[in-house]
């Protein structure tokens, strides 16, 4: 059976957030840990205030200690498989496989 960390929607509420920050193109980087099974998870956040509908996010797992700031949206475009949402895309998530582009 699949943690709650892998069945969207996501509450904040069942991670720990372990670091985060913003990035030179003002996404902002979480690295979390699930409380649960203790798999860590880095999300990509952009939201542009002034545009109506613009918030989307991606989410992946992170099998790595841990990651810089300005290396995660890098990162997001290599991978395969996770999750994204917001209402850019008009839902709460959704897993994709395959690349993904930040844009």
């Given at each position: 059976?699949k943690c709650h960390c892998e069945i969207p ?61 300005e290396d995660a949206r890098e990162f997001f ?27």
């Open positions: 059976m929607p996501f509450n904040h509420q069942h991670y720990t957030e372990l670091y985060g920050g913003y990035d030179n193109k003002h996404g902002h980087v979480e690295v979390s840990q699930c409380i649960k099974c203790k798999q860590k998870w880095i999300k990509y956040l952009i939201e542009e205030e002034w545009q109506t509908n613009s918030g989307r996010w991606w989410r992946v797992k992170l099998n790595s200690s841990s990651i810089e700031i475009e290599k991978q395969t498989l996770g999750f994204f949402g917001g209402s850019f895309f008009g839902h709460a998530g959704k897993a994709f496989q395959g690349k993904v582009r930040i844009r």
